[in-house]
């Protein structure tokens, strides 16, 4: 038996809701690319991280979420609680990359911050159902 999550979503957003979820989604995958490959220039991934929480903070977070019902708008906001919970877990893990004295240390800092920007952009997928078929579309 399947437990409900906060990912068992049936709402659809649309307009500008979409396209700042669409937006922040696409701003962590060009973040994804960044740790990458300039893992030795941690002072630009600190300001592209910064770029990417405030992107969060100023444009998806406060979005009014007019177009969902009260359900499903909570919905939302429980994932924008966890998306918020991993960016600052994200921007610690930006931090200790930047003082990441031994190659190994760096390399686990890495591979913790692409795990972290894949359980993000799960998120993401979930808001805008492109993890899900759509009607009539078989899997």
Known sequence: MRQNS???VNFMLQGRDYEEHQAFQQILHR?????SQNVADSAGLQLQFSEL?????LRVASLELAA???????????IHTEINKQLRLLG????????ARQ????????????????????????LLHEDQPEPGESR
């Open 68 to 78: 969902l019902n009260s359900v499903d708008a909570s919905r939302v906001q429980a």
């Open 6 to 8: 906060v990912a068992d």
């Open 31 to 35: 973040f994804s690319t960044a740790i």
């Open 103 to 126: 190659p190994l240390t760096a390399q686990k800092r890495q591979v913790q911050m692409r795990d972290r920007l894949h359980l993000l952009l799960r998120y993401c997928d979930t």
């Open 53 to 57: 929480q405030q992107f969060f903070q």
């Open 92 to 99: 610690m893990d930006v931090m200790f990359l930047q003082a």
